[in-house]
């Protein structure tokens, strides 16, 4: 955990993915539940956040 | 030797391209495929997100286009036949790609067995996939005819319920059933033959060594097939789950979306909205949201596939 903590400081490539990874999921999840409306509506813009963090994400150092 | 010919193979000629620096012959080659690019992909891209911000309508060409910001997108997230249509979208990926796992890695698993007649199975198997989608959904259209049709007569046969007393296209709660068991059908071919090639690729002196380790068939499955086979397995699921997110031509022949809205998944709206209703900017914003979700699912799928492949 101390390691993710500091690699998401250090601007390291791996842990910042996995946050980038996460919302990317939450985000679909959120456009396909059947539940509550207000997470359909703002799962477009959870998506798109942890899509662009993705592609810059995966430009940082290992 | 024709007079163009000779012009080619003229001195001159090879003096021109022996003048290109390596850089130049390459971008001569790839710069066609990069036009092409280009032009069918990325420009259309672009301006498909341009209109998205627009009212603009493709029947009404000579009207003035009004740039609106992001109402299309805020319509669009608050529609709650929309949010039905994610749902039905959702319904129909999760249960194929399951369903085309388990049997398709099933189907692999014991065609990979050496017996008699194996060919032959897997070329009947692989079927199926060989045929048009229009002509799949015609001929299950008539399979599940409550009067006339196989399926109903298969389904009573098994269970002793009434041929004609359950209608799979016409009923709510079976109609989304009813394409997903197609689909499947038509697809687990394809994922079969993708975890073949991935049971045929593991060397057999790997299951030799576990024998001679006395792992039992069971471990063997779990800790050397399953594993070997995984990014294999995982290739077939991006592959099925792109196609079915904008899954259409199958599903139209089927139940063009009904009874109700039930079977109407994004892209059967998608293409109401753009070539029914003509709300060109309004259903340019939905292909946009659509585009940015199956984007940000590969991405991080292809890094899993990536990270399976590196073990």
């Known amino acids: 955990m101390i390691g993710f903590i500091s690699g998401l400081f250090g601007l390291r490539r791996g842990p910042w993915e996995i946050v980038a990874t996460i919302i990317i999921a939450v985000g679909v999840v959120m456009l396909m539940q059947p539940f509550v409306m207000w997470a359909f509506t703002y799962s477009f813009i959870t998506t798109l956040v942890g899509t662009v963090l993705f592609i810059v994400v995966s430009h940082f150092r290992e | 030797m024709s007079n163009g010919s000779a012009k080619l193979h003229s001195p001159k000629a090879g003096k021109t391209v022996k003048g290109l620096s390596d850089k130049a012959i390459a971008w001569l080659f790839v710069g066609p495929t990069v036009f092409l690019l280009l032009a069918i992909n990325i420009f259309p891209l672009l301006w498909t997100v341009y209109l998205s911000f627009t009212n603009y309508k493709a029947n009404r060409p000579n009207r003035e286009i009004k740039y609106i910001g992001f109402r299309n997108y805020e319509r669009i997230l608050n529609d709650a036949d929309i949010w039905l249509n994610m749902q039905a979208t959702a319904h129909f990926l999760i249960w194929t790609i399951v369903l085309q796992v388990l049997i398709g890695f099933t189907l692999a698993w014991l065609i990979n067995k050496k017996f008699r007649g194996n060919d032959l199975w897997?070329?009947?198997?692989?079927?199926?996939?060989?045929?048009?989608?229009?002509?799949?959904?015609?001929?299950?259209?008539?399979?599940?005819?409550?009067?006339?049709?196989?399926?109903?007569?298969?389904?009573?046969?098994?269970?002793?319920?009434?041929?004609?007393?359950?209608?799979?296209?016409?009923?709510?709660?079976?109609?989304?059933?009813?394409?997903?068991?197609?689909?499947?059908?038509?697809?687990?071919?394809?994922?079969?033959?993708?975890?073949?090639?991935?049971?045929?690729?593991?060397?057999?002196?790997?299951?030799?060594?576990?024998?001679?380790?006395?792992?039992?068939?069971?471990?063997?499955?779990?800790?050397?097939?399953?594993?070997?086979?995984?990014?294999?397995?995982?290739?077939?699921?991006?592959?099925?789950?792109?196609?079915?997110f904008k899954m259409f031509d199958l599903v139209v022949q089927l139940t063009g979306g009904g009874p109700g809205s039930t079977t109407e998944l994004a892209s059967i709206n998608l293409k109401r909205e753009a070539f029914e209703k003509w709300r060109t900017g309004y259903s340019s914003a939905f292909a946009i949201i659509l585009f940015v979700t199956v984007f940000g699912l590969a991405s991080i799928y292809v890094k899993a596939l990536n990270k399976v492949k590196n073990r």
């Open chain 2, 122 to 244: 897997t070329t009947i198997i692989v079927l199926p996939m060989m045929l048009s989608p229009a002509v799949v959904g015609n001929f299950w259209t008539f399979f599940y005819q409550p009067q006339i049709g196989l399926f109903n007569y298969v389904v009573s046969f098994f269970t002793g319920v009434d041929p004609s007393s359950f209608e799979m296209l016409g009923s709510v709660s079976l109609a989304p059933w009813a394409i997903v068991i197609v689909d499947t059908w038509m697809w687990t071919p394809f994922v079969m033959l993708i975890c073949l090639a991935g049971l045929r690729s593991i060397p057999d002196y790997i299951y030799e060594a576990a024998e001679i380790d006395r792992a039992s068939k069971w471990r063997q499955f779990w800790t050397i097939t399953v594993p070997m086979v995984l990014p294999f397995l995982m290739l077939a699921v991006l592959f099925r789950g792109i196609e079915n």
